[in-house]
């Protein structure tokens, strides 16, 4: 699925992590369990760490495309491995 919005993009996210949830707890066994609690941590850290960095992005340049990201992410080597970072927790935690 390509998606051009960034709030979409990062909505899926958490509908993803949300059926991993389910999956998880609809298991009997205490590791599911204790799944499920590392997988509630991780998207309440990384999801709201994506919002809030499409957040900025959308008050930075007043859009939501994905295709602009480039020139806001290029802008600083901070923002580049925060970006970096944050996306590559998300895609871990699935």
Do not use: W
Request: net charge positive; no cysteine.
């Amino acid at each position: 699925m390509f998606q051009r919005d960034s709030k979409s993009l990062a909505a899926y996210s958490s509908v993803t992590h949300i059926r991993f949830l389910l999956l998880s707890l609809s298991l009997i066994t205490i590791r599911s369990k204790v799944a499920g609690v590392i997988i509630i941590l991780a998207h309440g850290y990384t999801s709201s760490l994506i919002f809030y960095i499409i957040g900025e992005f959308y008050h930075i340049s007043s859009t939501r495309i994905i295709y602009f990201f480039n020139r806001f992410i290029n802008s600083s080597i901070i923002l580049r491995i925060l970006f970096s970072l944050v996306f590559l927790s998300n895609s871990r935690a699935k």
